[in-house]
Antibody, heavy 127, light 109 residues
């Protein structure tokens, strides 16, 4: 049974780098059909898709965060990670990791969508 | 940037049909997905690829899509269906811009 679990510091100082890891169990992280990604939810607000990555190195990012965000997959550890640089209080949120299913649209472009989610972890940005 | 628009709230009585809409310019060409999020929990996928239901999701949940509008229908809504519901989709471009709608609070009482 697929399980995902986020881990990382719950408190990050402004201007520093937020780093989270998602550990995957019950599935092969190098399965070509899946991407692995992150979604966040500020307290009391809606969901924001951050990005997804394939084990072959292909990545997709939210354009509003692309300059600060890196998502990578480590097949040796069945983990994937998120790095968000230069954080501010506006980055305070519950961060969810999620497996993403993929398909090719009519133009041949890859599209992905989250299907299984981890329970989430709250990260607060504060000094 | 691409946007999906949902009504902030929908309210029905138990046993009635709840319909939640999601509007987006790329929906005629791109799939819509629907997620249920109960208070304090992670979202759960309830509809994928416009109309398909994952295993374990009750039959009363269904999805449809026509033109720029996708709809989640809960036939015979139950008290336990009270939750926030989010649609998700992608744009038409090569750069894979994916977005969630703003969410709809479903009240069943």
């Amino acid at each position: 049974q697929l399980q995902l679990q986020e881990s990382g510091p719950g408190l990050v100082k402004p201007s520093e780098t937020l780093s989270l890891t998602c550990t995957v169990s019950g599935a092969t992280i190098s399965n070509t059909s899946y991407y692995w990604g992150w979604i966040r939810q500020p307290p009391g607000k809606g969901l924001e898709w951050l990005g997804s990555a394939h084990y072959d190195g292909t990545t997709f990012y939210n354009p509003s965060l692309k300059s600060r965000l890196t998502i990578s997959v480590d097949t040796s550890k069945t983990q994937f990670s998120l790095r968000l640089t230069s954080v501010t209080a506006a980055d305070t949120a519950v961060f969810y990791c999620a497996r993403h299913s993929s398909y090719y649209d009519s133009s041949g472009y890859v599209k992905t969508s989250p299907d299984y989610w981890g329970p989430g972890t709250l990260v607060t940005v504060s000094s | 940037s691409y946007e999906l628009t949902q009504p902030p709230s929908v309210s029905v009585s138990p046993g009635q049909t709840a319909r939640i809409t999601c509007s987006g310019d790329a929906l005629p060409q791109k799939y819509a997905y629907w997620y249920q999020q109960k208070s304090g929990l992670a979202p759960v996928l309830v509809i994928f690829e416009d109309t398909r239901r994952p295993s374990g999701i009750p039959l009363r949940f269904s999805g449809s899509s026509s033109g720029t509008l996708a709809t989640l229908t809960i036939s015979g809504a139950q008290v336990e269906d009270e939750a926030d519901y989010y649609c998700y989709s992608t744009d038409n471009g090569v750069n894979h811009e994916a977005v969630f709608g703003g969410g709809t609070k479903l009240t069943v009482l």
